[in-house]
């Protein structure tokens, strides 16, 4: 959008409209959701993560500049919302003498895992473009659906048992 708005304006107002319906997608959720239920955090984990997955693929390979940027509010939609409820997994069943550790694990884990993938995917964008390395970056997440679905599935085992 060169000339129409003063882009410091336009960053802004993608800002402020990504946090309103993050915002707003978390409150949702957790509607929808009991946070202390194991199942219900394994099934918004599970719906909010294919979301993603699908926000991300759709703005890859957005025809327009719409389209894209809806698939880019709803991928920081899902990602704000997703975050809460993956700390609620984490944090299930653990020793509070031990949660700052595991939480800062799994802290660690996220951003070794954005140092080792970044110049992969930055390849990827340099020798095809870079639509296709944020779809190939929408493809690494794909493995934590059925690690999702498996959990839920287990979840449902102990509710049906006990």
Sequence with gaps: MPGMLNDVVVFTGLY???QLGGIA?????ELRTALGRERSVTTALLLLNGTIVLAMLAFGLAPVFGVALAAYWV????????????TAWVNRGLDPATRATVLSTVGQANAIGQIAGGPAFGLIAQLATVRAAIAAAALVLLPALPLYARERRRADGEVSEG
């Design 16 to 18: 402020v409209i990504s």
């Design 25 to 29: 997608i978390i409150r949702l959720v």
């Design 75 to 86: 991928t920081v939609w899902a990602r704000n919302a997703e975050e809460p409820f993956f």
